[in-house]
Nanobody, 122 residues
Framework: QVLLEESGGGLVQPGGSLRLSCAAS????????MGWFRQAPGKEREFVAV????????YSADSVKGRFTISADNAKNTVYLQMNSLKPEDTAVYYC???????????????WGQGTQVTVSS
């Protein structure tokens, strides 16, 4: 079993920045990739970014490329999402996920955090 705990959400003005963190504990040796997803009210869960634990390859959704950066500290079993130039449409609950594949597909991930709210508003 793997437990994921997110932190770092909050309220920020348009154009501002936030950094989300996700700490993994438990059977972390089974994790091959960690990702971030988000879900806005009334919408489906949406892929944001993913990072491979073996080679640190990353991939991000077009909607966040150039603004969001995913990174990881494997020694701390922690993944980060640096979010810059935030827009109101980035408002959502952000979820951390961990699993056995480098993928954008939510159902492939085995473990999920509880989510952290990000609100972008003036």
């Amino acid at each position: 079993q793997v437990l994921l705990e997110e932190s770092g959400g909050g309220l920020v003005q348009p154009g501002g920045s936030l950094r989300l963190s996700c700490a993994a504990s438990g059977r972390t040796f089974s994790i091959r990739a960690m990702g971030w997803f988000r879900q806005a009210p009334g919408k489906e869960r949406e892929f944001v970014a993913v990072i491979s634990r073996s080679n640190s390859n990353t991939y991000s959704a077009d909607s966040v490329k150039g603004r969001f950066t995913i990174s990881a500290d494997n020694a701390k079993n922690t993944v980060y999402l640096q979010m810059n130039s935030l827009k109101p449409e980035d408002t959502a609950v952000y979820y951390c996920a961990a699993g056995g594949g480098f993928t954008t597909i939510p159902r492939v991930y085995d473990y999920w955090g509880q989510g952290t709210q990000v609100t972008v508003s003036s």
